[in-house]
Nanobody, 126 residues
């Protein structure tokens, strides 16, 4: 069965860095697209970034572009999200999902994604 496990969250000061990991299993990692999402308290879950392992295409929403970097390690079936220059507004629970539509529609069809990790909390202090 498909499994995703997000990890790496924690507390970080504004301007600092953090790297999240999404370990996956149960599907063909190299034939899939993995996305990162986040949900802040009281807000809806939003898309952040994705990577399509079939052609290494990446996508970022404007709010994280230039600060966050997504990458993929096929040997470990793991996708990473390197978060640099973090801001207090980046505070949220971060989730990864498999079989996503990697591109501008990443967040538009969020309700259609079936495979999610359990989430990891990132807290950015000012």
């Amino acid at each position: 069965d498909v499994q995703l496990q997000a990890s790496g969250g924690g507390w970080v000061q504004a301007g600092g860095s953090l790297r999240l990991s999404c370990a996956t299993s149960g599907f063909d990692f190299n034939d899939d697209a993995i996305g990162w999402f986040r949900q802040a308290p009281g807000l809806e879950r939003e898309a952040i970034s994705c990577i399509d392992n079939r052609d290494d295409t990446t996508y970022y929403v404007d709010s994280v572009k230039g600060r966050f970097t997504i990458s993929s390690d096929s040997a470990k079936n793991t996708v990473y999200l390197q978060m640099n220059s973090v801001k207090p507004e980046d505070t949220a629970v971060y989730y990864c999902a498999a079989d996503v539509s990697c591109g501008p529609r990443l967040g538009a069809v969020i309700g259609q994604y079936d495979y999610w990790g359990q989430g990891t909390l990132v807290t950015v202090s000012s």
